[in-house]
């Protein structure tokens, strides 16, 4: 039984659809993780609104904080390994109130650093952490 005209549309429309779903898995799934959390930083940055949080630890590439959206608290962490740059070596410069960005239809989805966006609020170093300038010149 040959198929008629009336079939021949939806058929083909059905066949384009499902191969623009298996070009978007491919494309997907060749994506590198590291190109991917990069895309989502950068919506954030885009889209995201701005909260308030707190850096609770920084050890090695992953910084930790909590924060609260609606009443609802979240802790997560953040991998900084390819921001290396725009985050200060001394952990303790940086551990405490920070301001961060969350996409507002998915409150879990959150940053504190981006390419182009930092909410760190780097503090300066105590006094006891700076050089004694007389013992320098004594030296």
């Known amino acids: 039984m040959p198929l008629s005209s009336g079939w021949l549309v939806p058929l083909t429309l059905g066949a384009l659809a499902l191969l623009g779903v298996l ?9 590198a993780p590291s190109e991917r959390e ?14 308030d949080g707190m ?12 924060y609260s959206v ?6 997560t962490a953040q991998d900084i390994g390819t921001l290396r740059a725009m985050v200060p070596s001394d952990s303790s410069l940086i551990i405490g109130q920070v301001s961060m960005k969350y ?3 998915d409150p879990g989805n959150s940053m504190i650093v981006c390419e182009t966006w ?3 609020r780097i503090r300066p170093k105590t006094a006891d952490d700076r050089v004694d300038s007389d013992a320098f010149w004594q030296a």
């Open 38 to 51: 990069r895309r989502r930083r950068l919506k954030i940055n885009l889209l995201g609104r701005i909260g």
């Open 103 to 105: 996409l507002p239809r």
């Open 70 to 75: 609606s009443g609802v608290p979240y802790s």
């Open 55 to 66: 850096l609770t630890d920084a050890q090695g590439d992953l910084i930790y904080y909590l």
């Open 118 to 120: 930092s909410g760190l």
């Open 23 to 31: 070009a978007w898995v491919v494309y997907r799934a060749r994506t």
